[in-house]
């Protein structure tokens, strides 16, 4: 049986990248995403959908990417569909889908917020993702975010 996971997404980050470190000193952030889609009704209305995403960028990538985006930077995330699974401090399972981000390329912020923050061109660079030391050690320790 054939199996292809492959994600593209662009839109603007709802909030600053959360920076952090396994226990074996790999980087890692989150970077919430917000997706638009605008469509027409079928009463001709114009109409707008939002949709939420956490992609999840590892070692000097997810350095980078904290270092110059924050909330409302405009992004391009290319990855995989990525699940997960765990216990939470009250004993509830919990699980997530989010994007495992395998390239991030900075589209630049709104109205030009990035230049305005003394942002050079090498900001806007494309980073290829490497792959992390020991991601089962990161999914491990998963904490209580992905609620909403």
Request: contains cysteine; negative net charge; hydrophobic residues 35%.
């Amino acid at each position: 049986m054939a199996s292809y996971n492959k994600v593209l997404l662009m839109g603007n980050l709802t909030k600053d990248p959360e920076l952090r470190y396994t226990p074996q000193g790999t980087a890692v952030v989150n970077l919430r995403l917000a997706v638009n889609r605008k469509y027409k009704s079928k009463d001709q209305e114009l109409k707008e959908e939002v949709c939420f995403i956490t992609a999840v960028v590892w070692n000097k990538q997810a350095e980078t990417c904290n270092q110059y985006l924050h909330k409302g930077s405009s992004i391009f995330v290319e990855g995989r569909l990525q699940s997960r699974s765990w216990e939470d401090n009250t004993g509830a399972k919990r699980s997530v889908i989010e994007v495992r981000a395998e390239r991030v390329q900075f589209m630049g912020a709104p109205g030009g917020a990035a230049r305005a923050q003394g942002q050079t061109n090498e900001a806007h660079a494309e980073m290829p993702a490497e792959e992390p030391s020991s991601e089962s050690t990161w999914l491990a320790e998963s904490e209580e975010v992905h609620e909403g």
